[in-house]
């Protein structure tokens, strides 16, 4: 699969290294996305026992700090467990068979209740990020608890949620890797 | 290509294995505090994902959703083996464990989770020769 590289030389310097084949990035972007999604985990947890242990102020973690995290891993959840064929093929087929609809851009149902599923996954993922900065705004800088040990238990919220958003992100573009790979196996 | 003798590969690892408990458990008894323990079972569980739900893959690629079940192994993979890095550092910044109990757990742990799967791969070897 080395085309261009190797057999048909269009550029005057070769790389020194072989660009990883598709199912090794496909392989190592799905690892990344776990670890991704851990950081941001354990991110919280940090906050909520830091809270318990050595906190000296009067700020605790408690369960609205929770809230925005579940939000971002329901979404994730609700994203990555769409069949992702179901998204743009129907719309390629066509309905049924019906050449004017499919035409006119018309969707299947299931095409439809997957875009919707897809759009509610991706607003839960958007909620939740959105969610832990209300959550910094509102509980720590609003009631003026700027100093450090205390904010980053609020900045520790925003950053696992970033990290689940980005795990998300990066789960979903790794698939999709493949999917191009096998579209090019089957033909 | 250097040719090692199995059982000399074997007798390696299994050093390295007990150097990383060893590591794990002193990082515990030194302190008398036993929290790092937990390090532990999270490397032993990690490889697991990964050996069951990568068997599923083999049934036949053309099939559209095989393909990921053993995303969701490395997914886990991915998840645990950074749990195992990440317990430490917590119990550190929670001032539950000393930093030398935390440099030594993480240590340990990332010897056991190396050992079983430079272990996986050396089996995996064997059955490609045969």
């Not at chain 1, 700090?65 to 959840?77: K, Q, R, V």
């Not at chain 2, 050996?51 to 036949?60: E, I, P």
């Not at chain 2, 998840?79 to 464990?97: D, K, N, T």
Request: charged residues 10%.
């Amino acid at each position: 699969m080395d085309v261009g590289t190797h057999s048909e030389r269009l550029f005057k310097f070769n790389l020194p290294f072989k660009l990883p084949s598709s199912t090794v990035l496909r392989a190592a972007g799905v690892y990344l996305s776990g670890i991704l999604y851990s950081v941001g985990f354990w991110f919280l947890v940090d906050a909520s026992i830091y809270s318990k242990t050595v906190n000296a102020s009067i700020v605790h973690v408690t369960f609205v700090d929770w809230i925005p995290g579940i939000c971002s891993s329901l979404g994730m959840f609700v994203v990555n467990s769409i069949d992702k064929n179901r998204l743009f093929n129907d719309s390629l087929n066509g309905s049924g068979g019906g050449g004017l609809s499919s035409f006119n851009g018309g969707l299947s149902s299931t095409s439809w209740y997957a875009r919707l599923i897809l759009f509610f996954g991706f607003s839960l993922l958007a909620g939740g990020l959105a969610g832990s900065v209300v959550v910094l705004v509102l509980k720590f800088l609003m009631k003026d608890f700027n100093t450090y040990p205390t904010l980053g238990m609020g900045v520790a919220n925003v950053v696992c949620n970033s990290c689940i958003m980005l795990s998300c992100i990066v789960l979903w573009i790794s698939q999709n890797i493949e999917d191009e790979y096998s579209y090019s196996l089957v033909l | 290509m250097i040719t090692i003798n199995p059982l000399s590969k074997i007798i390696c690892l299994s050093i390295i294995l007990a150097f990383g408990f060893l590591l794990i458990v002193l990082s515990c008894a030194v302190y008398n505090n036993w929290r790092p323990l937990s390090v532990i079972g999270i490397f032993l569980v990690a490889p697991i994902p990964n050996a069951v739900f990568g068997k599923l893959d083999n049934n036949d690629f053309m099939n559209e959703s095989t393909s990921s079940v053993p995303d969701f192994g490395k997914f886990l993979t991915g998840f645990l083996v950074l749990s195992g890095l990440a317990l430490p550092l917590m119990l550190y910044h929670s001032l539950l464990i000393t930093r030398n109990a935390m440099l030594m757990s993480m240590g340990g742990g990332f010897l056991v989770y190396l050992t079983i799967i430079t272990f996986g791969t050396f089996f995996h070897e064997e059955d490609d020769e045969f």
